[in-house]
């Protein structure tokens, strides 16, 4: 019994792990405010799309940090949400090589 538990529990984890990060777009930034972002994927599969930081105040300011020196450098992010519909909220930013 004690296996069947763990290994649910571990699947379980594995599988939210998973979706938090489903879609990662390597991105344009088009414009930064203090609640989020406008971007256009580098493969056209969106355009000028809004997302949202999340409320957590220490990672909304990581994530304005990490956009602001990808625009000042002129470099393109990777960013990770759960959806793709405008409105959604940033699980992940990253400054793209």
């Not at 777009?25 to 930081?53: C, E, M, V, Y």
């Not at 793709?84 to 090589?97: D, E, K, N």
Request: net charge positive.
């Amino acid at each position: 019994m004690k296996k069947i538990a763990l290994v649910l529990a571990l699947l379980v984890v594995a599988l939210s792990g998973h979706t938090a990060y489903a879609a990662c777009k390597a991105s344009s930034i088009n414009q930064l405010t203090i609640l989020g972002g406008s971007f256009t994927a580098t493969d056209a599969t969106f355009t000028n799309r809004a997302f949202l930081f999340p409320t957590n105040t220490a990672t909304k300011n990581q994530f304005l940090a990490i956009l602001l020196t990808a625009m000042s450098s002129g470099k393109n992010v990777i960013i990770c949400t759960n959806s793709y519909a405008s409105g959604s909220v940033l699980t992940s930013i990253q400054l793209r090589p």
